[in-house]
């Protein structure tokens, strides 16, 4: 892999692409794009032979599949307004429409498991704090993980949010898994900034950019004072060997057990 970080803008049909099979960030093993909508815009979605999670980002959307139609809730802070996700097997299509100006991000990696279709509402996505008590809550955020192994065996992927605070960490204290992963980044205000440890490597956060984590290395997150920031974390399963724990740096467990 040549780089681990990502800075892309939207094209002129509206997509940000961060992650192709078949390119640059092919180690991923998976197609992460975001999409931005006008109100009124619509298109149909369809992965023959890959499994779609499609996350809304801002704004309200009318999704449309299996004879079904769901619209997602509002959402125009992401800090305060809930998610909607739907996921969908391969071969499945879907109908999105904003009612809105909208974003949405899609993840899509090769399944041909078939299973049936869900939508996640807000009300289906529990918010869990992480951190509390540790390095003198310089390290609290909020989480959630709206599909994992747990939750969905039947799929190669993981998908939840992050929600950083102000001058805070995340991904703390540093740890590692052997599947790869994708953050992708937004904050409170467009000028807001952070900073992504990948290893020994160390990259700026700006909004919207991304970043690609090869399996086994270390990747704590920090948000600069003043500037919230919130991060998709997606993980692809490997054959095999899905993601189900991770496995914390030893250097650095020993402030688990202090008091600061």
């Known amino acids: 892999m040549e780089s681990m970080f990502g800075y892309p803008d939207f094209n002129e049909a509206g997509e940000k692409v961060l992650t192709a099979a078949d390119g640059l960030y092919r180690d991923m093993m998976m197609n992460i794009s975001?999409?931005?909508?006008?109100?009124?815009?619509?298109?149909?979605?369809?992965?023959?032979?890959?499994?779609?999670?499609?996350?809304?980002?801002?704004?309200?959307?009318?999704?449309s599949w299996d004879g079904q139609s769901r619209e997602t809730n509002e959402r125009n802070d992401p800090f305060e307004d809930g998610a909607s996700c739907l996921h969908l097997p391969c071969g499945s299509p879907v109908e999105v429409r904003a009612l809105a100006d909208s974003e949405f991000l899609l993840q899509s990696t090769e399944n041909s498991r078939?299973?049936?279709?869900?939508?996640?509402?807000?009300?289906?996505?529990?918010?869990?704090?992480?951190?509390?008590g540790l390095c003198a809550d310089t390290a609290v955020r909020e989480v959630t993980t709206i599909?994992?192994?747990?939750?969905?065996?039947?799929?190669?992927?993981?998908?939840?949010?992050?929600?950083?605070?102000?001058?805070?960490?995340?991904?703390y204290i540093p740890h590692s898994h052997e599947q790869p992963e994708v953050y992708y980044y937004r904050f409170d205000r467009p000028q807001g900034f952070g900073g992504c440890f990948i290893g020994e490597n160390v990259f700026q956060i700006r909004d919207g950019s991304f970043c690609a984590i090869p399996g086994g290395l270390t990747h704590p997150q920090v948000a600069a004072p003043g500037y919230r920031m919130t991060y998709v974390w997606m993980i692809r399963h490997l054959d095999g060997n899905p993601w189900t724990s991770r496995e914390q740096d030893p250097q650095h467990t020993w402030m688990t057990g202090k008091s600061f």
Request: aromatic content about 16%; glycine content about 8%.
């Open 114 to 132: 078939k299973f049936e279709a869900r939508f996640y509402g807000p009300e289906d996505i529990a918010v869990e704090t992480f951190g509390k």
């Open 34 to 63: 975001v999409f931005r909508f006008q109100k009124g815009e619509k298109r149909i979605f369809l992965k023959p032979s890959e499994e779609m999670a499609l996350l809304l980002l801002r704004g309200k959307l009318l999704l």
């Open 147 to 171: 599909f994992d192994y747990d939750s969905a065996p039947y799929s190669n992927i993981v998908m939840g949010e992050i929600f950083n605070r102000q001058g805070s960490w995340s991904s």
